[in-house]
């Protein structure tokens, strides 16, 4: 599944460098100083501008994100087609739920972008 930890760990001695909770493909620095040893290590990240335009859409579109609006067009199917007042609230509650779960972790996403292309500019 998505949710699960990931360890990043510094080639060199083994210290942690990174901890994700998911497997998701993720933007961000993509090299990291070891803490301890000082050596220079992957993090598991990419920069914005390292990705094909196919691994863009892929930042967008992880498996949580994709869980999520199942979740909401199911949520829609149910409303629309229902006419039990109790079974539309619910579903009501679930387009709004699930549109804001997908809302908030875009946003998370695109500012991580930002701040990705700030990066590669920055060091051009
Ligand atoms: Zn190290």
Do not use: H
Not at 21 to 39: D, H, I, N, Q, W
Not at 97 to 115: D, I, S
């Amino acid at each position: 599944m998505f949710w699960r930890t990931i360890i990043i760990n510094c080639r060199e001695c083994g210290a942690r460098l990174r901890k994700y909770y998911s497997g998701s493909l993720r933007v961000g620095p993509e090299f990291a100083t070891c803490r301890k040893c000082g050596v220079v290590g992957r993090t598991g990240a990419f920069e914005w501008a390292n990705l094909s335009q196919w691994r863009r859409i892929e930042v967008f579109f992880t498996e949580d994100v994709v869980v999520l609006l199942a979740l909401l067009a199911y949520s829609v199917y149910v409303f629309v087609t229902t006419a039990n007042g109790d079974d539309r609230f619910i579903a009501k509650s679930g387009i709004v739920a699930t549109t804001g779960f997908v809302l908030l972790l875009w946003f998370g996403r695109v500012v991580e972008v930002l701040r990705s292309r700030r990066r590669t500019r920055e060091n051009q």
